[in-house]
């Protein structure tokens, strides 16, 4: 499914990858699939790039933390929280200073917290 040409499938594809738990680097590149057009494929490939361990997964993910769409940009967010890797703390950083959406921050912070990322105390 994931090769298919039509979008759907390949959304279709991603999501039961999600349910069943491979790893999406598995199936082709996924910097090629996070630049996809389509609103569902780069969300669930958001969803699914939390379980990979491909070594480009965080580098897609965090092209994914700028998407206009903000059910991605926040799958994005939860999904580099979620794989553990603390590389992912400063451009979770970088982009709750530049979102003017509250609910990417949200789920920014909510990442940061669970990488084991602490606030500072301010002076």
Same mark, same amino acid.
Request: a positive charge; hydrophobic letters at 40%; aromatic letters at 8%.
């Given at each position: 499914?994931?090769?298919?040409?039509?979008?759907?499938?390949?959304?279709?594809?991603?999501?039961?990858?999600?349910?069943?738990?491979?790893? /999406? !680097?598995?199936? %082709? @590149?996924? =910097?090629?699939? +996070?630049?996809?057009?389509? $609103?569902?494929? *780069?969300?669930?490939?958001?969803?699914?790039?939390?379980?990979?361990?491909?070594?480009?997964?965080?580098?897609?993910?965090?092209?994914?933390?700028?998407?206009?769409?903000?059910?991605?940009?926040?799958?994005?967010?939860?999904? /580099? !929280?979620?794989? %553990? @890797?603390? =590389?992912?703390? +400063?451009?979770?950083?970088? $982009?709750?200073? *530049?979102?003017?959406?509250?609910?990417?921050?949200?789920?920014?912070?909510?990442?940061?917290?669970?990488?084991?990322?602490?606030?500072?105390?301010?002076?």
């Amino acid at each position: 499914m994931l090769a298919s040409e039509d979008a759907r499938e390949r959304a279709a594809g991603l999501a039961a990858l999600c349910r069943r738990g491979g790893d /999406v !680097g598995d199936f %082709g @590149d996924i =910097r090629d699939m +996070a630049r996809r057009t389509d $609103l569902r494929e *780069r969300y669930w490939l958001a969803r699914a790039l939390a379980a990979s361990r491909h070594p480009e997964a965080l580098t897609a993910l965090v092209a994914l933390l700028d998407d206009p769409q903000i059910n991605v940009a926040y799958q994005a967010c939860n999904a /580099v !929280g979620r794989m %553990g @890797d603390r =590389r992912g703390i +400063a451009p979770l950083l970088r $982009l709750i200073k *530049r979102s003017r959406e509250w609910y990417v921050q949200r789920y920014a912070y909510r990442a940061l917290r669970r990488l084991g990322w602490r606030q500072r105390v301010s002076g």
